[in-house]
């Protein structure tokens, strides 16, 4: 009898080996997850839905076992709601901590440098699993709800990349980038250059607009703000051809004309004096420090050389012969005179 009891004791034993052993090697084994896969969890849900929903998903095979272990190690409960991202090699215990520790993927929103504002509304249109609250809205009404019914949205949103959650409000997005760039631009304001020709940190922003327009080459940046500034301290026209394009607006037709130079839209500043009532374009921090900082030069003029860089001239007879030698059998509308 003793025999028989202690060989059910061992028995028993060995099954409940057999079972840790078993549940150890389904918890640590890698899910049956051939790519990376994407999944939602919603608000509110709980650890014992989710599973059972991975489970149907084919993503979980034992999901009553990693509940019972969950249970175990006191993680059970709600999930953070949000997109995961499950990986090949992914365990049972991994997925666990994922969810406890609420590492929710998140998803990343560019505003490229120059940008305009309609630019940034269309991106926001395509931008995956960001909500389009400010879709019905107009430019005003955008700047209504986030605070600022005051400011023109062009230019106010600073450039760069922002992470966010999955059914965040694009508002949200827009909020973050319009504090950045109050922010940067106040920054920058305050460690400006002495005797610059603007009356307010505004002022510089739309200059900063204009550079960001003129030239991509970081090189030639503060060279292009010094020929707009100098102009501003003598009275002369800007003349910068993207200030006409923005004003003309739709009706640009793709190639600048005369007749395109001659209309009276605010921002032509070959029609008039100072600088244009708004930004352009949406500046990123290297034309903001150029419009803050120009350079020191006596250059009045610029032309394209037609390979990305410009041709900076301090007379008006030495910028006409680089307008003759670098847009020879082309048209010059592009050179600022």
């Known amino acids: 009898m003793i025999r028989l009891m202690v060989g059910v004791c061992l028995l028993g034993l060995l099954i409940a080996a057999g079972v840790v052993a078993w549940s150890a090697w389904q918890l640590t084994r890698p899910l049956p997850i ?16 989710t599973l059972r929903s991975l489970s149907e998903q084919g993503v979980l095979e034992h999901p009553e076992l990693l509940r019972i272990w969950a249970r175990l190690s006191s993680a059970a409960g709600a999930v953070q709601a949000g997109e995961y991202r499950l990986e090949p090699g992914l365990t049972s215990l991994s997925l666990l901590d994922a969810f406890v520790a609420g590492r929710v993927m998140r998803r990343h929103f560019t505003i490229v440098e120059g940008w305009r504002f309609s630019d940034l509304r269309q991106a ?15 430019d005003e009404e955008i700047m209504t709800h986030l605070g600022r019914p005051e400011l023109h949205p062009e230019g106010r ?13 694009d508002l949200q997005l827009l909020r973050r980038a319009l504090e950045r760039m109050d922010g940067i631009l106040a920054r920058e304001w305050e460690g400006r250059s002495y005797d610059l ?21 970081d090189s030639e940046r503060a060279k292009v703000a010094a020929v707009f500034t100098r102009r501003l ?19 640009f037709g793709g190639v600048l004309t005369r007749s395109d130079l001659r209309t009276p839209t605010p921002w032509n500043t070959y029609v008039h004096h100072g600088l244009p009532p708004t930004p352009i374009a949406m ?23 037609g390979d990305g860089s410009s041709h900076f001239s301090a007379t008006l007879e030495e ?14 509308a592009g050179a600022q005179q």
């Open 233 to 251: 301290e003598r009275g002369m026209r800007l003349q910068t051809d993207p200030t006409v394009i923005y004003g003309l607006g739709e009706a």
């Open 157 to 169: 949103f600073f450039p760069d990349t922002y992470d966010y959650l999955a059914g965040t409000s």
């Open 34 to 49: 051939a790519d990376v896969t994407v999944i939602e969890v919603e608000r509110g849900s709980s650890l014992a839905r």
């Open 319 to 332: 910028h006409n012969a680089a307008v003759f030698r670098y847009l020879r059998g082309g048209r010059d």
């Open 197 to 217: 020709p603007y009356a307010s940190p505004e002022e510089a922003l739309i200059m900063a607009s204009i550079v960001e327009k003129e030239t991509g080459l």
């Open 283 to 305: 500046p990123g921090l290297a034309s903001l420090r150029a419009a803050l900082h120009p350079a020191e030069t006596n250059a009045l003029y610029f032309v394209a050389r």
């Open 124 to 138: 926001i249109e395509g931008a995956p699993r960001l909500r389009n609250d400010s879709g019905s809205l107009t």
